[in-house]
């Protein structure tokens, strides 16, 4: 059963005024930019029961996509529908049933965790009863039942990110937008909310998240759709969209003394270099000749080696290669 | 077995949407409810942010002294004109900060995503905005019917029918002033007082009606002149007339909320551009 059809949907936005930096633009009469093509020609389908997630680098119109999607922005063109209905006839309808955490939404700080969430119980016209029931079951899986008195103020981020996710689930919903629900969190915040993403997602509630977190998407992702400059430029499992990388290897090494990374990039056998706490993360493709060649160099300059680990690329090497073909076309 | 969950989803759906999918009446009932819990929202959480306080308490303070002081006023045009002063300002006090407030804190966006329409969302504050101003500007009728109850006739029905009325056409005017996108309440703070002080100066505060000609064109005149006719006016009809009067109000109330809703459904997507 498909839960959401997105049909060749767009999004321009008008040049900002002078002073503002521009964007990416289509070139208009005499060579200024007309409008900015935030999204531009989207089509997938989700699934019922899927995860499915929208990779892309900043800027890419991940979030401008998933406001369309809950009906914050009317697309310039295209279609939305969700379990069959279009969204731009079928408002309020369609919030009805689903649930939304925006990237660059708040709780209210004036109103304590408890108030937060009965007031969205309010607005979905949930009864009393339900709404307490649903408030303190939800509160308690999400390990704020303690601090339910206390103003959302006095919340660290990743209780705020945990309260709005259950503001997103007061109502039980059938799908759930997700805006990039657990960057910048604390290791504890985000273990607790992907494993509660997985949980509703076998409960069936269908997960549409954004993100630019390539373990996330990995972890929980049943698809992956790879957005560049308004466009898909791969949609595919995260094991498919590791294929594309399959004729390479990537080799793990840290040292105890650092060196600059334009060196390790200056190397015959090296494709692409990444720099990592201590060390570096490189994509070969002879892994034989990329380790002398790297060993070699370790010994001429005089560094220590501490680890050196080898393995096949990971979703972000996938995700860089796709990137930059999609730039190079 | 596959398909026969898959029939079992679709009609668990199609349930859902057809609660949801009443008529068009029910939908608008609901909407109205939705408006009430929007106004409880807002005066919980804004009823004391500074803005609101400057706008709504120390104005009318600091201007009633103004305005007042030295000048041999008649006790009729002072409570009239002090009603409607602080209902003026009360009412416009709140309306105009709380979408850029919501905006600028983050929680407009999970608000719009609501099963609720930006209408509503509007409505709420409207209400929020009456009940402010209307608790305010209580304080000046409950003075002058203690301290002045010998000097006026207070034909109290018309004088809260009156207050009622006007912080309606009040409240929808303060959310013209919020419509610009910003996400900087003290930006329309400074639009506010462009926009509510001439208004103020040219509208018959503590005079008689007919002693500024401008005053035509100001709402606060007309529901200074129903407040007279509340208050005991000699002419008893006022200067305009009581039927004059609230039509004038009606109009204004109904030409700024249809003004203020279009106005903001412009602006609704700029406040979301990245």
Known sequence: MIAITVNNLSKYFDPPKRGKKRNMGAKGPRGINSTIRAVDDVSFEVMKGEIFGFLGPNGAGKTTTIRMMTGVLKPTNGKITIFGRDISKNQIAIKQITGNVPEEANVYFDLTGWQNLTLIGEIYGISKKDRINQAEFLLKKFELYEKRNLKARKYSKGMKQRLLLCMALMSKPEI??????????????????????????????TIFLTTHDMEVANELCHRIAIINRGRIVSLDTPENLKKLTQEYKAIDFYLTNGVAKSEIANLDTILEVQEVREGFHVIVENIHEAICEIVDFIKQNNLVIKQLNTHQPKLEDAFIKIIERGGKN | MLLSKSLKEVVKINKEFLIVEKSKFSSFITQIKRSFIITKKDLKVYYNKPPVLIQGIFFPIILFFSFTVGRNIASLYLISGLITMVLFLTSTSMGPIILPWETMRGTFERLVTCPISIRTILLGGIWSSFIYGMIFSSIPLVIGFVFLSSELVFNLILVIFAMILTSLVFSSFSLIISSPSSTNPGSTMILQILIKFPILFISPLFMPVNSIPTAVIS????????????????????????????????????GFLFLAFALHQKTLEKRFRG
């Not at chain 1, 504890?188 to 997985?198: D, G, M, N, T, V």
């Open chain 1, 176 to 205: 759930l937008f997700l805006d990039e629900p657990t960057t910048g969190l604390d290791v504890q915040s985000a273990r607790i909310i992907k494993q509660l993403i997985k949980e509703y997602n076998k409960k069936g509630v």
């Open chain 2, 219 to 254: 709402p606060l005149t007309y529901c200074v002149d129903l407040l007279n006719i509340g208050l005991g006016d000699v002419s008893a009809f006022g200067t305009f007339g009581l039927l004059f009067d609230i039509a004038v109000l009606l109009a204004f109330g109904f």
